[in-house]
């Protein structure tokens, strides 16, 4: 069973920096994509930023050049480095694995989701 953690919010002022991140356990040796989704209050979740298992990462347009997701060769968490934060970056920050289904016998799941990690930045 996939379990997910994740953890690294807080609150910081306009301009501030701060890393969360996503354990994953269950996928033993099979490939997953992390995704990262925010959700601020009275708004829809919106995708922030994805890495896939070999690494290639993509951005949603308003983190670009601020945020950095990363994986450490071999490691189960996935990082995301927030910089310059802004008060719209406000909001519940969800971590989201895809399980691929490779190599096999892996099989593709629905996605997971975590429990969320607030982050909150006042001007």
């Known amino acids: 069973q996939v379990q997910l953690v994740e953890s690294g919010g807080g609150s910081v002022q306009t301009g501030g920096s701060l890393r969360v991140s996503c354990a994953a356990s269950?996928?033993?040796?099979?490939?997953?994509?992390v995704s990262w989704y925010r959700e601020a209050p009275g708004k829809e979740r919106e995708f922030v930023s994805q890495i896939e298992p070999d690494g290639t990462t993509r951005y949603a347009d308003f983190v670009k050049g601020r945020f950095a997701i990363s994986r450490e060769n071999g490691e189960s968490t996935v990082y995301l480095q927030m910089n310059n934060l802004q008060p719209e970056d406000t909001g519940m920050y969800f971590c989201?694995?895809?399980?691929?289904?490779?190599?096999?016998?892996?099989?593709?799941?629905?996605?997971?989701w975590g429990q969320g990690t607030q982050v909150s930045v006042s001007s």
């Open positions: 269950g996928y033993g040796t099979c490939w997953y994509r």
């Open positions: 989201k694995t895809k399980g691929l289904g490779t190599p096999p016998p892996c099989l593709a799941d629905l996605g997971v």
